[in-house]
């Protein structure tokens, strides 16, 4: 049937929709791509026909470019879902993938993956005070900007943005602005109270 191996490529996707990578099939776009080329042989070999005033076979050359364009988005719709799935794996894996997840990916996926991590690295270290922000720290953004802290150590003065001066002692609680405490919850000078 017309176009079927790229819709099967299509029903790959959805089944494995579950947030992990399937295979390359590098074997099923080969056969894809071998259709493509075939049907538009066959369409250069009969518009001949079609220039001569056999407008008969019209109908098989629409037919068949239809079958083209459909195979060329469902390539496209694979590839670019597959795309999708690794970056999203880099916000949630990090900078280094699994093992089985790398395994699966083909070579100009690593590519892009490795291209994709340096630029990233690239922009973080450009935005933020002192050396960058990390915007794969927190996937989900805060539900306030301040949160309850409980001081774990003894650790002096602390200053925050508006100037005020806060002492920081152990077993004392704070009310601070997560953006301001967040280092020092990371460094386990502080710790985050949930209520």
């Known amino acids: 049937m017309l176009a ?16 992990t990578l399937p295979p390359f099939n590098e074997d099923k776009i080969r056969q894809v791509l071998e259709e493509v080329q075939t049907l538009f042989e066959q369409n250069r070999d009969t518009a001949k026909y079609a220039a001569e005033g056999q407008h008969d076979v019209l109908a098989a050359i629409q037919l068949r470019h239809a079958g083209i364009q459909r195979n060329k988005r469902c390539l496209l719709a694979y590839l670019y879902n597959r795309l999708e799935n690794i970056r999203r794996m880099r916000w949630e894996f990090g900078s280094v993938l699994p093992a089985d997840v790398k395994y699966n990916m083909c070579e100009h996926e690593v590519q892009w993956f490795n291209q994709y991590n340096r630029l ?28 309850l802290v409980r001081c774990l150590m003894d650790h002096g003065e602390f200053e925050t943005q508006d100037g005020t001066v806060i002492l920081l002692k152990k077993n004392s609680q704070h009310y601070l602005m997560r953006s301001e405490c967040e280092h020092l919850i990371r460094q386990g000078v502080l710790e985050h109270i949930v209520q």
Not at 8 to 19: A, V, W, Y
């Open 4 to 19: 079927e191996k790229a819709l099967d490529l299509i029903r790959e996707l959805k089944r494995t929709s579950g947030g």
């Open 120 to 147: 990233l690295a690239n922009y973080m270290r450009s935005i933020g005070e002192s050396g960058g922000l990390d915007l794969t720290q927190d996937m989900k953004p805060p539900k306030s900007l301040y949160v």
